[in-house]
């Protein structure tokens, strides 16, 4: 090849674009980088719902703690929520007024462990809401770079046979091959990044909700055994 020709190829993939990268991508990389583009897409879509949605729990829930130990009778929490309380904490509140209100004339004792088992089963029924589509940050987290990876190793690959075919190792030659192949690698990285951290920060403030929930269904416990007849 003569020096003029490789200028102008050296120069043509200097200035090769993101964009151009894709375009010239062999359509199996292609699709390694549109699926990844989609996870990363569909993360940001979850990470963004998610703290919008514990960022109004926890608000919810502290207005409501307030009207809980502010209220002159639990009696008139419970008619005021109506049975549909906005946040966990008045869904667990509901869960055991309703089981106390039903098993007045049991035995005491296993009164109690009803109002404590409904309880638990609204906490984890909460949770389990809260913590829906956080499993694809874990797996985005895990297998977006391992994707990028194979998009990477296609495209070096790719590269080997353009050398072998061109009979030609110049990076004029090998250089859009081994850049689309990296670029398959930053897209990778680029969608695991901010789904393991989001990942983790919202499983540690679910945790720490959660152990709230715990030590707020005592309470509710406390308080319905002050309740006159308990």
């Known amino acids: 090849m003569e ?4 200028a102008a190829l050296s120069t043509a993939t200097a200035t090769l674009s993101p964009l151009d990268l894709f375009l010239m991508a062999d359509w199996i990389v292609k699709s390694v980088m549109l699926t990844l583009l989609g996870m990363s897409i569909y993360t940001w879509s979850v990470v963004i719902q998610k703290v919008r949605l514990m960022r109004r729990v926890e608000s919810d829930s502290a207005a409501f703690t307030e009207a809980f130990w502010n209220t002159p009778s639990l009696d008139i929490l419970y008619q005021q929520l ?15 007024m309703k089981e106390w209100a039903l098993g007045k004339h049991t035995n005491h004792n296993t009164w109690m462990e009803r109002v404590e088992r409904v309880m638990r089963v609204t906490i984890s029924r909460e949770l389990d809401t809260m913590q829906k589509s956080l499993s694809f940050l874990a797996i985005t987290g895990s297998s977006a770079p391992f994707i990028g990876l194979f998009g990477t190793v296609w495209g070096i690959m790719n590269s080997f046979i353009a050398i072998s075919g061109s009979k030609n190792a110049s990076i004029a030659v090998v250089g859009p091959g081994l850049a689309e192949a990296l670029l398959a690698t930053a897209i990778g990285l680029v969608a695991a990044i901010p789904a393991g951290i989001a990942y983790n920060r919202l499983t540690s403030r679910l945790e720490q909700y959660s152990a709230k929930l715990e030590s707020f269904s005592d309470e509710v416990m406390t308080a319905l055994l002050r309740q006159p007849g308990a």
């Open 82 to 96: 109506n049975n549909k309380p906005k946040e966990p904490q008045g869904a667990v509140f509901c869960s055991a």
């Open 3 to 6: 020096p003029l020709q490789q």
